[in-house]
């Protein structure tokens, strides 16, 4: 097994704001966190306002850090995918725990069933067991099996395939293209 390494992460390359209004940033803010903050801090502020109102001088850091933590850490690279940033990754977790998994080969054309949403609690409770012991939470975790029919098979029986796996070496490549070129040649004498 061959193994290398990647220097391209080393060269990364970051837009930063060195100057922002007039006001001299200094090192410079990553534009990436401007954006997500640029965003995140008027929904939380105005969600804030709309259900409190200002807020008392004793709640302050209530109404400052919680976006600044979330723009802070949201805007971080992720330690497993370091394409994506964190918030990113957050919101691909919340979307899969909201919508769960649509089927993509063959069942794309069934709308997805009305149980989901407690066919994912479930799978939530498997994932954070805790959750289970809580009376607000044991009804909807609770493991019971559902037995309704597969919608799947309304629509008729499960295409069966049984894919043939086929490696082909250098000579049989090398086959294959000479008897392409040859059609290719006798389709351009033919066309003369």
Do not use: C
């Not at 709640?59 to 992720?78: D, H, I, N």
């Not at 250098?170 to 059609?183: E, F, M, N």
């Amino acid at each position: 097994m061959r193994t290398t390494h990647t220097y391209s992460r080393h060269w990364d390359i970051e837009t930063r704001q060195h100057e922002l209004l007039g006001l001299d940033l200094g090192e410079g803010l990553p534009r990436t966190t401007l954006r997500y903050g640029a965003v995140i801090f008027p929904f939380y502020w105005g969600g804030w306002l709309l259900l409190f109102g200002l807020p008392a001088q004793s709640l302050t850091p209530l109404f400052l850090l919680p976006p600044l933590g979330l723009t802070y850490f949201g805007a971080k690279r992720s330690l497993t995918y370091w394409r994506r940033t964190n918030l990113l990754l957050w919101a691909i977790r919340l979307n899969y725990l909201h919508t769960g998994v649509r089927p993509v080969i063959g069942r794309g054309r069934i709308p997805s069933p009305k149980p989901g949403l407690k066919l994912r609690a479930r799978r939530l409770g498997e994932q954070v067991p805790q959750l289970a012991d809580l009376p607000a939470f044991a009804p909807l975790l609770a493991n019971e099996d559902v037995q309704d029919a597969d919608r799947a098979e309304s629509y008729g029986p499960p295409a069966r395939i049984r894919p043939r796996l086929r490696a082909y070496g250098p000579d049989a490549v090398a086959k294959a293209r000479a008897k392409y070129r040859k059609k290719q040649r006798r389709s351009k004498s033919a066309e003369k």
